[in-house]
């Protein structure tokens, strides 16, 4: 018998009885080999436990690969500790509540206190990262160069709420793109060298469930169905949805005007594969969301504001936090506006189609030139510049080092609009799971041999709000790896096959 059949694709349950012939069994099978599956695998290995790891591509070519390579990490890493910076696992925790959109406290407390022995952990298994610190705001550092601030630590409200920190720990790579690909090719190595068996070329298309419990995947490889047992669980980590139209177009139609970044397997099989098991899908209608306008740092100072000339956030949050701020104004216009003091055109890396819209010789002209409210742009700018001259900001507090007057004539204009400039972005709803990775149902039961882990699990990552870069690599690798663990450890069951 076959349940749950979606659409034209093979059911996504499977009978275990209907299974005559197994072509693989491990105590724990892992769909996907990006980070989660990479480092589940690890956990899974050094518990003891057989893996098989079943990829569909013939190679490590998830999002980890575009990935630019943070890991968000504290609490004192020897990096922070090398760089000067104090930090302590309280006072991450206590960031990562504030920020968070429905904070899980035990996996922030977990993820908090075990930072630094997961930062050890990635650099015992041969992950570079230097001991040195980027001190501007930029979204990837150019260099090697490992700290930099990667979230909102510093950005009001949370810089009262936490004593900030720099958390971003860039992989030891020369460039903007290729830290991801990096960690994940010395991870899967070593996860191969542990004695993990890959399947590549091998499509997970269901899972078998004998009573109820998850006891194995059904797959395809060049068009003939595998089956692969699971001794102890399988644990799912495929990826997120965002190249599934008809789910962004459901639950996050926001991404569906942005250029969707990642992998081209992010299909959202695991998710509906979790689903289809009793799981529970959360956090689906957010999305990691943005349009960075900075470097150079100082286009900080300058101030965005909407079609009716008022701003909206403090300039100098992270980029994903003005970025989803943006694309939710009335008409998702927006525009960036400086002065001649701070001029520079935004540049990252291929997203440089901020277009600037004109020079204007005095305020009251960029207000005409931008067709807004008659007055509004000149009360905005009057009103930013006689606080900013006291390096006050009363209505967003923006850092008072991103505070200057804009008042050196002439004036430009950035065009931030959403459906205008390129927003990228990536989801970041995914199965409800346990801290050990354990799939959940509606009621918080664990679904007995299911786990899932990195983009297809809902963990600390929960909006562009709240998003620091480095935390979808960090929970990934942080609880991917104790998935893997729990799995490992999950009392077989009777074999009936
Ligand atoms: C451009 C870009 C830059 C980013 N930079 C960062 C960063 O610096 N720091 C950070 O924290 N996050 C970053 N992210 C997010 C981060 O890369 C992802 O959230 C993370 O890599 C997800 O890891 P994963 O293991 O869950 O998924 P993936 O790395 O996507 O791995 C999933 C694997 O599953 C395989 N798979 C899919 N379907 C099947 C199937 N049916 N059967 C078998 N295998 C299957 C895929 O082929 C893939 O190998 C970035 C994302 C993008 C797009």
Redesign the pocket.
């Known amino acids: 018998m076959s349940t749950s059949r979606q659409g034209d694709h093979p059911p996504l349950l499977i009978d275990a009885a209907t299974v005559s012939d197994w072509s693989a069994t491990a105590d724990v099978v892992i769909?996907?080999?990006?980070?989660?599956?990479?480092?589940a695998a690890l956990e899974a290995r050094a518990a003891g436990a057989s893996v098989v790891i079943?990829?569909?591509?013939s190679?490590?070519?998830?999002?980890?690969?575009?990935?630019?390579?943070?890991?968000?990490l504290g609490g004192g890493t020897p990096v922070q500790q090398a760089c000067g910076f104090d930090d302590d696992p309280v006072e991450m925790a206590r960031y990562l509540e504030a920020v968070a959109l429905d904070p899980d406290r035990e996996k922030i407390r977990l993820y908090s206190e075990g930072s630094v022995a997961h930062f050890d952990w990635l650099e015992a298994q041969g992950v570079p990262f230097d001991r040195s610190y980027y001190p501007q705001k930029n979204v990837?550092q150019p260099g090697r160069e490992c700290l930099i601030w990667?979230g909102n630590e510093q950005v009001w409200p949370y810089r009262d709420m936490a004593k900030p920190a720099p958390r971003?720990h860039?992989v030891a790579f020369e460039g903007e793109?290729g830290?991801?690909a990096l960690a994940?090719r010395i991870l899967s190595e070593r996860a191969e060298a542990a004695g993990a068996t890959v399947m590549a070329d091998?499509?997970?298309?269901g899972l078998i469930r004998e009573g109820d419990r998850i006891v194995g995947?059904q797959?395809r490889r060049f068009g003939e169905p595998v089956h692969v047992r699971a001794r102890h669980g399988v644990v799912l980590?495929?990826?997120?949805f965002?190249q599934n139209p008809d789910m962004v177009a459901r639950h996050v139609p926001i991404l569906a005007s942005a250029y969707?970044?990642?992998?081209p397997?992010?299909?959202g099989?695991?998710i509906r594969l979790g689903a289809a098991a009793g799981g529970t899908p959360i956090h689906m209608d957010e999305a990691?969301l943005t349009s960075p306008f900075y470097p150079p740092e100082n286009l900080l100072k300058g101030i965005l504001v909407n079609r009716d000339g008022q701003r909206f956030v403090a300039e100098d949050s992270y980029h994903s936090r003005s970025g989803i701020f943006s694309a939710r104004q009335p008409d998702g216009i927006v525009y960036l506006i400086v002065d001649a003091a701070i001029f520079g055109y935004p540049h990252f890396a291929s997203l440089t189609n901020q277009r600037l819209i004109d020079g204007f010789a005095t305020v009251a002209e960029m207000e005409a030139g931008l067709a807004l409210p008659e007055g509004s742009l000149q009360a905005t700018m009057a009103e930013y510049n006689r606080h900013a001259a006291d390096g006050a900001d009363p209505d967003f507090h923006k850092h008072p080092k991103w505070l200057k007057p804009l008042d050196e004539a002439p004036y430009a204009a950035f065009d931030l609009s959403f459906g205008r400039a390129v927003y990228?972005g990536?989801t970041l709803g995914g199965l409800r799971v346990s801290a050990d990775g354990e799939v959940l149902d509606a009621a918080g039961t664990p679904l007995p041999g299911l786990y899932a882990?990195?983009?297809?699990?809902s963990n600390i990552?929960q909006d562009s709000n709240g998003y620091a870069?480095?935390?979808?690599?960090?929970?990934?690798s942080f609880f991917?790896r104790r998935a893997g663990a729990h799995a490992a450890r999950l009392p077989a069951r009777k074999a009936t096959a």
């Open positions: 769909m996907g080999f990006g980070m989660a599956g990479a480092c079943v990829e569909r591509t190679g490590c070519t998830g999002s980890t690969s575009a990935a630019a390579g943070h890991f968000y990837v990667t971003g860039k793109e830290g991801g994940l091998c499509k997970v298309e995947v797959a980590a495929g990826g997120g965002g969707v970044q990642g992998s397997h992010d299909d099989l695991a990691f990228t990536f882990a990195g983009a297809c699990a990552a870069s480095g935390t979808c690599l960090g929970e990934a991917g």
